[in-house]
């Protein structure tokens, strides 16, 4: 048994105690299953904080709560870090000059083209140069909620139109 599932395992067994449930295997195994993938380290905090605010038995999304929270808030902070590496990059070039080839993943050359392209950040004059960065960071984020979110739409008829709009928004998307 790993450390992760013995953890789970010492939390179902006093969260039962606390909140008068009985922990039953199955139940056990569905903790596990969503939770198993998490670190020690990880856990232990969210599990503290489950019996200092939680009235009701949790469920696996009420333990994982706090930590997506913190997924979501880092999520701008990283695309604002990257438009700043683009911007210093777009700053780089000379339209007389070509540009030395480097790789640029999906999700940002999706956020600089939104953004205008590279020429157009790298000649905007100062004041559109914020609506540049704003489109940019929506952009970029926009593509990681629906990299998260990619498969909660079951293969049908539905999903083939929608995909075919999340291509036409962000181009290179894997539908």
Same mark, same amino acid.
Request: proline share 8%; aromatic share 10%.
């Given at each position: ?15 039962g105690e606390?909140?008068?449930k009985q922990?039953?295997?199955p139940?056990?195994?569905i903790?596990?299953?969503q939770?198993?993938?998490y670190?020690?380290e990880?856990l232990?905090?969210?599990?503290r ?8 038995f949790?469920?696996?999304? +009420?333990?994982l709560?706090?930590? @997506?929270k913190?997924? *979501?808030a880092? #999520?701008?902070?990283? $695309?604002?870090q !990257?438009w &700043? ?5 777009a700053q780089?070039?000379s339209?007389d000059i ?14 600089i083209?939104?953004?205008?392209g590279l020429?157009?950040i ?5 004041n +559109?140069l914020?609506w540049?960065? @704003?489109?940019?960071v *929506?952009a970029? #984020?926009?593509?990681? $909620?629906?990299? !998260?979110n &990619?498969?909660?739409l ?5 999903k ?16």
């Amino acid at each position: 048994m790993d450390s992760s599932s013995k953890a789970i395992r010492e939390f179902l067994a006093k969260a039962g105690e606390v909140y008068s449930k009985q922990i039953t295997a199955p139940l056990v195994a569905i903790w596990i299953e969503q939770l198993g993938d998490y670190r020690v380290e990880q856990l232990e905090p969210l599990f503290r904080q489950v019996f200092a605010t939680c009235k009701f038995f949790p469920t696996p999304a +009420d333990v994982l709560q706090p930590l @997506k929270k913190t997924e *979501e808030a880092q #999520t701008p902070l990283e $695309a604002v870090q !990257k438009w &700043q590496q683009v911007l210093t990059y777009a700053q780089s070039t000379s339209p007389d000059i070509p540009a030395r080839p480097i790789r640029i993943k999906e999700q940002t050359q999706a956020a600089i083209r939104a953004a205008g392209g590279l020429d157009w950040i790298r000649d905007c004059p100062k004041n +559109d140069l914020q609506w540049a960065k @704003k489109r940019f960071v *929506e952009a970029f #984020t926009s593509w990681t $909620a629906l990299e !998260k979110n &990619q498969f909660l739409l079951p293969d049908g008829e539905l999903k083939i139109p929608i995909a075919g709009a999340a291509d036409k928004l962000l181009p290179g998307a894997k539908p």
